[in-house]
């Protein structure tokens, strides 16, 4: 099962990012809401990225 430490740090990130990618969409017609929605979208995938490579890793 996962700790409440892992879940958070996981959580935080993609919480982050979800509120820059809503902030960005509306602002989508600056540079400011497209880079906020660049940053959002990036702290996603990074948080997706280092939990697939923690399992894979753990697997090995």
Do not use: Q, Y
């Not at 509306?26 to 940053?39: L, T």
């Not at 997706?48 to 697997?59: M, T, W």
Request: aromatic share 8%; proline share 2%; net charge positive.
């Amino acid at each position: 099962m996962i700790s409440m430490s892992s879940f958070n740090a996981m959580l935080v990130p993609i919480i982050a990012g979800m509120i820059l990618l809503a902030i960005g969409f509306n602002f989508r017609d600056k540079n400011v809401g497209v880079f906020a929605m660049w940053v959002g979208m990036l702290l996603i995938l990074a948080t997706v990225i280092i939990k697939i490579l923690s399992k894979l890793n753990e697997s090995l």
